[in-house]
């Protein structure tokens, strides 16, 4: 049916840069996808104490990364996590975490349940959750762990009728969970959280008795099944729908299989691989079969599969369309086309414009230019890609509207490309791949490698912006070097300073709490100092226990809710003395305290003052307490505190003033008693006040005395209150008992104001000479008023007499006041 | 106040945005909870609902979040469970989280934040609505209030566009100009044509002088007497002249308010019955009308004459309450008092008449607040007059205000001299023998040796007091003095004008060094076109006076000014 059986090709990536004696034989391998770095554990199949095995690790090209014997316990397998972390798992169920410089970062356990049983067989997944990894058990239980960084074991069901190991088994994501595939002689079983659910490939051909090994596609699409007749089928991994199945007619078990097809394409393809041979399964009948020398890998990727021996690396993978089209013989393709049209172009030759008239005709040139350029992305040649590139502009220069964005950005990321696919560097990223993982991933990744130079280049390259590009590696590369033990602290602060001056968004803290991980407190320090945000130095300065600066800097940074934080964990930390000590020589934080005493801790807030000897405060404090108290006797004690600290303060006003208020809730009890009147708790004039309105003159008498009340005080609250009783005969006798301390002008008015004109004019006549116009004018006599005025020639008091008489009724009098202002104004 | 007066005065930025950009906040906040049922005070007292879930809006205040918990423990002691959530506005303080945990319920509660920074109070107010800054930020040292003026000015900055120039006195204005600068640094900057032209930060301790004055310009009458709360007041049966009590808002949406709030109160009376007769003459207009004319009438024009007349109506009680308390004798003396504090003559007059004010128990805030002037004007109370004075006034209120009076010292608002210290004594003494013009100079020298509130000097030099004696005419003001009868230019207002006029402090070094210093100008970045809107923000609240005053300043010089305050 098909023309071509299939569009493999198979492309050498590098030739690897390791020696390795016996290649890939028995060593345990682990390539992380995306062109990641090769764990090799060599030789741990032999079981003696004396030969330990070798743990290696090397980038893709078979450079060494780094290099040290095993001492931990059996390693089951080896896997690499997305953020370029090895993971070894260990017989008893125990991870070992370890960074691609085989520097050990931590370890972690897959439950008692698996370091009981055992582990028989485990398998490293990759999915939007992160890193996984899964575990068969001697138990022949699944235990699961979907994200090591973020551990959740889960204990899968047990599978029926699972007598020993599955044949094979795989781990998919499907509906937002990892489940476990499980194949048990012809039975297929899917495991999830809650069930074992048995499940039938569609169309798997009967005469197989036994599914040998399996395999699911990088994107958990697809599933490819190998039984023991020798027979892939190929379907979806929801196992609903059959793609091909194809006779290998080779039925030893295989040593690994694996999916090659790229996004989108609609021919499955998957790899299988035996010792020395290597054979692609497709849709149709036919095979493609390869010739291997040596021990290899399988890599599955996003968009093919990399074989890794123990001299070379290479990539197989479905031809690209837009490749195919132009690189076919004879293609006719527009792509193809113009790359003729270029090339007779170069060669100065008219051919060029028969070419480049064909496409035009056909209206394709777009289209040609868009192969060129999305064939020159899949092309790895660089020499090819320069070609394919140079054809698209060609073409470009006779479109006038052509938008230039995918032209100017396929030649960026070919160049960030060629470069990290370098033997040196050695990652070898399709184009494809390279989309998928993104600029900031391939960022992370050069850092790993402690690549700084290139990811800066790369970051200024591409136009990263500052915050995510160049600042982050430098961000990294300091928190690298702060790592250098053979460098004095001096050195590393200066360089790291230097580099890092005029980076936008670098957080200090961050390399400094870097420093302070690896002992280097003196060197944090430092760090930190060069740290414009001081709100930022805080945390870090605590953690090194260095509460005075922390204090001091969260002080600096004006933020109070730092400073409380800061003031808190020291209340925690420290005794309370040396808590107080402390805050001491903190005006701010003390204050600070004080106020969330104030609220909290009544107590401590005491306390704080006595170790101030702040007696004034003290006092302040205690008669706070009194007024907040019901009961008598307490509030009289509570003065009498406060009493004794206002002495201390050397204040004897407020001292005078708290005895004088305990004397006054004595009397005020007493009286409470006898007379049952509510009087505790009034102030001074409220009492005599309230004494006065209910006729205890003698009593208002008494505080009178007794507290040394001013006279013009007394008489104003007398006369108030008797007005108010309207005891005009009292308030005659009180006007007669000495001269008023408050004149009578006074007595005129709140007898007026009580409506009493008649008492009101009894005063007029012993107000003094100043005030005798007002009084007149209060009681409303406006012939006294005048007089008055007139009497004392004050032009203004005239003015004020005039204007409140009414023409009509005063007629006489304003003439008089009028000539009589006349002649005080000659004066 | 018209201010269309100039034609090419900038026109006001919009700023229904920053209502609307915190309501959309605030709703994804509440939708992450079901519906909502009731809404309740926060209070302690038990709350009576049979929902399983609460949340709770509040101001992260120590208090609030102790009564909170409280709510909750009584909850698990009756056993109810029910779940609980507090939004903190505008942020979450670390010593509230503290405090839940402290009482056990750290984990019984969720919380979040809600950004809210800025209510627009009218077209050019607006408000932090903080009313705890001035005491936490001057009184209890705290300034945890300073990041979050920090992060409205960049609020209003990412909304706005940047400001060209930033002018500020005050220690806790520079505080908040560094918060708001670090803020900046952080986030993107947005380039957009700027609204505002200049900020002015100012501290209220800078000028306690003004707001400690009786207000005598219309809205701010209103907020004395009645009190103005979130730009709303409520008018009690007085005014309505009804037995209900009626909240009306106060913006330039009322057309009759906006007229008056910035006069004079003298000037009222006159305008409101004018207002009342154009009133009369619209309704007149009905008579004499066809059945057509008086159809379009009734469709046009009654709506709006209904609307005028009841807010008329409520203006005129208003003033009508504000006469019967305010022409009394009484409060004519009060001023006459607070006039002659504010020249310094007849200080012993002065110091009679607050004793007589203490002894008559007339107001216990206006006797505070008499005292606290005559304090900042003379740079302190002499000890003798401190000690009576304060002891009258402990008698009349109670001795509980011994913490009162502790506070005010602290704040500086309300001092004794401390001896060695009476100075003002002397030169009082020395200056009824000689001339105005050596007083002047020597009361420099003395507040130089005595660094205290200074005011005297600064009233020289800035010439805040107009002369006594010249007839002021307060319906064509001349000045900001207008806003307290002529007597007195808000000094705060006049620093706002001096530094815009000069473009920054130069040639105010002495007036600077009186104030203790702390003043900053930052050219933020060269703006050639001229935007003319300055953004005033005090922090530690501001009165209408002086909001009245800068819009005086504002019509003078074509210049808008926002007000911001706490």
């Not at chain 1, 743990?55 to 780094?66: D, F, K, M, N, R």
């Not at chain 1, 930022?536 to 922390?550: F, G, H, I, N």
């Not at chain 2, 900057?189 to 301790?205: I, S």
Request: aromatic content about 10%.
């Amino acid at each position: 049916k098909y023309y071509y059986a299939f569009n493999i090709l198979k492309i050498e990536l590098y030739e690897m840069g390791w020696n390795l004696k016996d290649g890939l034989r028995e060593c345990l391998v682990a390539a992380a996808p995306y062109g990641g770095p090769i764990a090799l554990l060599k030789g741990h199949y032999r079981r003696s104490p004396s030969a330990r095995p070798q743990l290696e690790i090397y980038s893709s090209s078979g450079l060494p990364l780094a290099s040290f014997p095993w001492k931990s316990g059996v390693v089951k397998q080896l896997g690499w996590t997305v953020s370029d972390d090895l993971l070894c798992v260990q017989e008893d169920g125990t991870v070992l975490v370890y960074d691609l410089w085989g520097g050990f970062k931590r370890h972690f356990s897959m439950g008692n349940e698996v370091s009981q049983s055992q582990v028989l067989e485990t398998k490293i997944f990759h999915s939007p959750y992160g890193t996984g990894v899964a575990i068969l058990t001697g138990a022949l239980r699944f235990t699961l762990a979907t994200n090591i960084d973020d551990i959740k074991l889960r204990r899968l069901p047990e599978v029926p009728g699972l007598q020993e190991a599955p044949s094979c088994w795989a781990v998919l994501t499907q509906d937002r969970q990892s489940k476990v595939l499980v194949a048990n002689g012809s039975q297929l079983f899917i495991l999830d959280n809650t069930a074992c659910t048995p499940v039938t490939p569609p169309g798997l051909s009967p005469q197989a008795s036994s599914i040998v090994h399996m395999c699911v596609s990088f994107s958990y699409k697809y599933l490819a099944l190998l039984t023991d007749s020798g027979h892939v089928w190929m379907g979806t991994s929801n196992l609903k729908e059959k793609l091909s199945e194809v006779d290998t007619k080779i039925k030893t078990p295989p040593k690994q299989m694996a999916w090659c097809r790229r996004p989108k394409s609609q021919q499955p393809s998957a790899v299988v691989m035996w010792d020395g041979l290597l054979i692609v399964v497709g849709e149709c009948k036919e095979t493609i079969q390869y010739h291997l020398d040596d021990d290899s890998v399988l890599v599955p990727e996003l968009d093919g599969v990399r074989i890794i021996s123990g001299t070379h690396h290479e990539l197989l993978q479905e031809v690209p369309g837009a490749c195919e089209e132009i690189f076919k013989i004879a293609s006719m393709a527009p792509g193809a086309l113009l790359l003729e049209a270029h090339k007779e172009y170069e060669k100065e030759s008219q051919k060029a414009d028969e070419y480049l008239r064909e496409i035009k005709e056909q209206s394709l040139l777009s289209e040609a230019v868009r192969q060129c350029v999305e064939a020159a992305g899949h092309e790895h040649e660089p020499e090819t890609q320069k070609t394919l590139l140079r054809a698209a502009s060609f073409g470009k220069c006779f479109l006038s509207n052509f938008p230039p964005e995918q032209f100017v950005s396929m030649c960026r990321d070919l160049r960030v490309l060629n470069a990290v696919r370098d033997y040196t560097v050695g990652i070898p990223l399709t184009h494809t791949q390279f989309k998928q993982m993104t600029v900031q991933v391939l960022i992370d990744r050069l850092v790993y490698r402690k690549l700084y130079p290139l990811a800066i280049e790369v970051c200024r390259y591409l136009k990263t912006p500052e915050y995510q590009g160049v600042s982050r590696v430098l961000k990294h590369w300091a928190c690298y070097k702060v790592q250098q033990k053979e460098e004095s602290d001096e050195v590393i602060a200066k360089a790291v300073s230097v580099k890092l001056a005029d980076a936008a968004g670098i957080s200090y803290s961050e390399i400094a709490t870097k420093a302070y991980e690896s002992g280097r407190t003196e060197l944090a320090i430092k760090l930190l100092e060069f740290e414009p945000r001081s709100g930022e130095q805080v945390p870090l300065l605590l953690k090194m226990k260095k509460s005075p600066l922390a204090l001091s800097k969260a002080i600096e940074s004006g933020d109070t809710d730092l400073v409380y934080t800061v003031v808190m964990y020291l209340k925690n930390e420290l005794n309370r003395g040396d808590f107080f000590m402390m805050l001491r020589n903190q005006p701010v934080a003390l204050s600070l305290y004080k106020q969330f005493c104030k609220h909290q801790e009544q107590d401590t807030l005491k306390d704080l003052f006595n170790q101030d000897d702040d007696h004034e405060e003290l006092g302040n404090f205690y008669v706070k307490a009194s007024y907040k108290d019901q009961r008598l006797e307490a509030r009289v004690a509570l003065l009498q505190s406060a009493v004794d600290e206002y002495y201390k303060a050397k204040n004897d006003f407020s001292a005078k003033t708290t005895e004088d208020e305990m004397r006054l809730l004595r009397f005020q009890r007493k009286l409470e008693e006898e007379k049952d009147e509510q009087l505790v708790g009034f102030s001074l004039q409220d009492t005599m006040t309230t004494l006065l309105s209910v006729g205890l003159h003698k009593h208002a008498e008494q505080l009178y005395k007794d507290f040394r009340v001013p006279d013009k005080r007394f008489w104003w609250l007398k006369l108030k209150a008797l007005a108010e009783k309207e005891d005009w005969e009292e308030l005659e006798k009180f006007g007669k008992t000495k001269k008023s301390p408050i004149g009578y002008l006074p007595f005129v008015e709140v007898c007026i104001k009580h409506h009493n004109k008649y008492e009101a004019k009894k005063y007029v006549s012993k107000v003094t000479p100043e005030q005798k116009v007002k009084a007149h004018l209060a009681v409303g006599d406006m012939e006294g008023a005048a007089e008055a005025a007139i009497e004392r020639r004050n032009e203004s008091e005239i003015s004020t007499v005039l204007s409140r008489c009414s023409a009509t009724t005063d007629h006489l009098l304003m003439e008089r006041l009028n000539r009589a202002k006349a002649t005080a104004v000659k004066k | 106040m018209a201010h269309t007066e100039w034609k090419d005065a900038p026109g006001l930025p919009d700023f229904s945005l920053l209502k609307r950009l915190a309501r959309d906040q605030l709703i994804f906040l509440l939708e992450q909870q079901h519906e909502v049922d009731k809404l309740y005070k926060v209070e302690l007292k038990p709350i009576v609902s049979s929902s399983d879930q609460l949340c709770f809006l509040i101001r992260p205040r120590i208090q609030t979040v102790k009564w909170i918990s409280d709510l909750v423990n009584a909850d698990k002691v009756a056993g109810r469970f029910r779940r609980y959530k507090i939004i903190f506005t505008p942020q979450k303080f670390y010593a509230c989280e503290t405090v839940l945990e402290e009482q056990g319920v750290y984990g019984d509660v969720t919380t979040d934040e809600w950004n809210f920074y800025i209510l627009p109070l009218d077209d050019d107010i607006l408000s932090l609505e903080l009313p705890e800054f001035f005491r936490d930020n001057f009184l209890e040292g705290d300034q945890r209030w300073v990041t979050t003026a920090g992060s409205a000015l960049r609020l209003l900055q990412s909304v706005y566009g940047s400001f060209s120039k930033v002018y500020g006195i005050g220690r806790c204005a520079k505080m908040v100009y560094e918060s708001w600068r670090e803020l900046m640094e952080d986030g993107e900057q947005r380039t957009r044509q700027p609204e505002f032209a200049k900020v002015f930060l100012v501290d209220r301790d800078v000028d306690f002088v003004t707001p400690l004055c009786s207000q005598v310009v219309y809205e701010g009458l209103v907020d004395d007497l009645f009190r103005i709360k979130c730009g709303s007041v409520e008018f009690g049966p007085d005014v309505t002249s009804s037995d209900k009590s009626i909240k009306v808002m106060l913006n330039s949406q009322d057309k009759v308010f906006s007229e008056i709030r910035n006069e004079h109160f003298s000037n009222v009376f006159g305008f409101l019955s004018q207002k009342a007769k154009n009133l009369q003459t619209a309704y007149d207009k009905r008579r004499g009308m066809d059945i057509q004319q008086m159809k379009a009438f009734v469709a046009d024009e009654l709506k709006g004459l209904k609307q005028e007349h009841r807010l008329l109506s409520l203006h005129i009680g208003a003033s009508e309450s504000m006469m019967k308390k305010k022409t009394k004798q009484d409060f004519q003396e009060l001023l006459k008092t607070e006039h002659s504090l504010l020249e310094g003559f007849e200080i012993r007059e002065c110091i009679t008449y607050i004793e007589e004010h203490i002894n008559r128990q007339v107001s216990m805030i206006d006797s505070l607040r008499l005292l606290c002037l005559l304090s900042i004007t003379e740079n302190g109370l002499l000890s003798k007059d401190y000690r009576s004075l304060k002891a009258q006034y402990l008698q009349s209120y109670g001795i509980e205000h011994l913490l009162t009076f502790a506070n005010l010292r602290q704040l500086g608002l309300l001092e004794e001299q401390q001896a060695g210290e009476t100075l003002t004594v002397m030169e009082s003494k020395v200056g009824k023998l000689v001339n105005d013009k050596t007083v002047g100079k020597l009361t420099d020298a003395f507040s130089s040796l005595a660094k205290k509130s200074n005011f005297r000097a600064l009233s020289k030099r800035l010439a805040l007091v107009p002369k006594s004696g010249e007839e002021y005419d307060l319906r064509v003001p001349r000045d900001m003095a207008y806003v307290f009868s002529g007597a007195y230019i808000p000094l705060s207002c006049k620093l706002i004008e001096q530094v815009l006029e000069r473009d920054g402090w130069t040639g105010m070094e002495e007036v600077t060094r009186m104030l203790n210093g702390q003043e900053f100008a930052v050219t933020a970045r060269n703006k050639t076109d001229a935007q003319r809107i300055v953004l005033v923000m005090f922090l530690g609240g501001c009165t209408f006076s002086e909001i009245s005053a800068l819009r005086f300043l504002g019509k003078e010089r074509g210049t808008y000014y926002l007000k911001q305050m706490e």
